[in-house]
């Protein structure tokens, strides 16, 4: 049974219309660049208002090539260890800005530096932009003298999957990986034929009509079932240990069960949690409530051991 503080936040965001004098959830129209410019707008102003840094953490601006990155560490840690952090936002929106709160929330708890990075967004830089970017981002890494074994991804939502995808291509193209994958609510079949498309319709948070849209956006030309786009479709053998959260009430829960299953399938070390009741990246709101609590102290124990078991 859920917590009581997790019901209560379930039904403010369920109700959160209410709250803006709203007597019904306004559906978008997700074809349109502007809805997607209001959708951009919404997230970053949203992130101001709930995405405080927690004492200790320190931030710092970098530049990663063409990109913008932010380190992202607990006072006084060094950097020969780092989060490589993937943000969400459906591929077509994300900041280091909208982000900076979550991700301070992992580099806190588990004590290791991350970096986040901007990789670009669709529609205007469809597939492969956002993959060749995280190609990068974690090149980057590496050119600063951070070996692979040091290295954990972590993502959220689009993140999440864009994480998998990056493991895909860097297997692919005889790259050394990281020594583990973190991620929240993965996106990794952008076809959206998993059954809780229609089971969890009327219980998920998200926006109606967003994730197929938001696979047409980052696509663009590209098949839906490319691996590198969805990495359900690819061949998972040889993938570093996996950590996968996902929410038994979002329409992305088949996403991760799937992908969970084909991966342990193939021999890769991997833990599914799906949060029965609970909502999309529901980790991500540590510490609002205890069921997220002990999702962000689980999924940076993983992070820690990994590093720890990589380095002997």
């Not at 970053?44 to 380190?71: L, N």
């Not at 900041?95 to 901007?118: D, M, N, W, Y």
């Not at 959220?156 to 990986?177: C, H, I, M, Q």
């Not at 359900?232 to 088949?254: C, K, Q, S, V, W």
């Amino acid at each position: 049974m859920l917590s009581w503080k997790a019901r209560m936040w379930l039904f403010l965001m369920q109700n959160r219309n209410l709250l803006r004098l709203r007597p019904k959830h306004e559906k978008t129209d997700w074809d349109s660049f502007e809805a997607i410019e209001r959708f951009r707008q919404d997230v970053e102003s949203g992130a101001a208002r709930f995405g405080k840094i927690p004492e200790g953490i320190v931030v710092e601006s970098v530049a990663i090539g063409r990109m913008k990155g932010e380190w992202i560490s607990p006072a006084g840690t060094s950097r020969e260890q780092a989060i490589l952090y993937f943000h969400g936002g459906g591929y077509v929106s994300g900041t280091c800005q909208a982000h900076r709160g979550i991700v301070a929330k992992f580099a806190g708890k588990s004590g290791i530096p991350a970096l986040l990075f901007e990789y670009r967004l669709a529609p205007e830089n469809p597939y492969p932009a956002a993959l060749d970017d995280a190609l990068a981002a974690y090149g980057w890494l590496l050119v600063q003298g951070i070996f692979p074994q040091n290295i954990v991804f972590a993502g959220d939502s689009a993140g999440a999957g864009l994480a998998l995808g990056t493991l895909l291509a860097l297997r692919d193209k005889k790259v050394p990986l990281p020594a583990g994958a973190a991620v929240l609510s993965p996106v990794t079949d952008h076809t959206c034929s998993g059954e809780s498309y229609a089971s969890n319709a009327r219980l998920c948070l998200s926006p109606e009509g967003m994730g197929p849209a938001c696979a047409r956006h980052y696509a663009g030309g590209a098949d839906l079932r490319t691996p590198y786009l969805s990495p359900l479709f690819g061949d998972l053998h040889g993938l570093p240990p996996l950590l996968i959260y996902a929410g038994g009430n979002e329409t992305l829960r088949d996403d991760a069960v799937r992908f969970a299953a084909k991966a342990e399938a193939v021999g890769v070390n991997t833990r599914l949690v799906v949060g029965q009741g609970l909502f999309h990246c529901y980790p991500a709101m540590a510490p609002l409530f205890p069921e997220a609590e002990a999702a962000l102290e689980d999924i940076s124990k993983f992070i820690r051991t990994q590093l720890r078991l990589q380095n002997g």
